[in-house]
């Protein structure tokens, strides 16, 4: 059960990484 939590936060962590690196980029157009 504790893996399956902590796989759902890493990949939640990765969309919000993805979310903030398109954000970045948009900005810095």
Known sequence: MVAKSELAFFRNYD????VRFKMIGIIEL
């Open 15 to 18: 969309i919000l990484e993805k």
